[in-house]
């Protein structure tokens, strides 16, 4: 069992950067795979970036590459997401999730354990 707590969420203009931060409490954190999803008013969740549970890969949406990075600290049983030159488009509750499969995967129905979302607003 794993229990995911979002923070870092907040109003930001365009252009501005956040970091968000995912906490892990339970056992072996290690041993998951997290990620990052978001969903905004009206529209399906949509995935955002995940990190594999070494930390050795990640994959992005094409629509924020370049922009936000994934980033894990495995002693400290933590998972961050820094973004940066927000766009108003970026607007959505993000969610923080963890599955512990040997495939990385993009896809939310995988994913076995979620936070309660923290709300990001970009201001144009």
């Known amino acids: 069992q794993v229990q995911l707590v979002e923070s870092g969420g907040g109003l930001v203009q365009a252009g501005g950067s956040l970091r968000l931060s995912c906490a892990a409490s339970?056992?072996?954190?290690?041993?998951?795979?997290m990620a990052w999803f978001r969903q905004a008013p009206g529209k399906e969740r949509e995935f955002v970036a995940v990190?594999?549970?070494?930390?050795?890969?990640?994959n992005y949406v094409d629509s924020v590459k370049g922009r936000f990075t994934i980033s894990r600290d495995n002693a400290k049983n933590t998972v961050h997401l820094q973004m940066n030159s927000l766009k108003p488009e970026d607007t959505a509750v993000y969610y923080c999730?963890?599955?512990?499969?040997?495939?990385?995967?993009?896809?939310?129905?995988?994913?076995?354990?979620w936070g309660q979302g923290t709300q990001v607003t970009v201001s144009s």
């Open positions: 339970g056992r072996s954190f290690s041993n998951y795979n």
């Open positions: 999730a963890a599955e512990a499969s040997m495939v990385v995967s993009r896809r939310a129905e995988v994913y076995d354990y």
């Open positions: 990190i594999s549970w070494s930390g050795g890969y990640t």
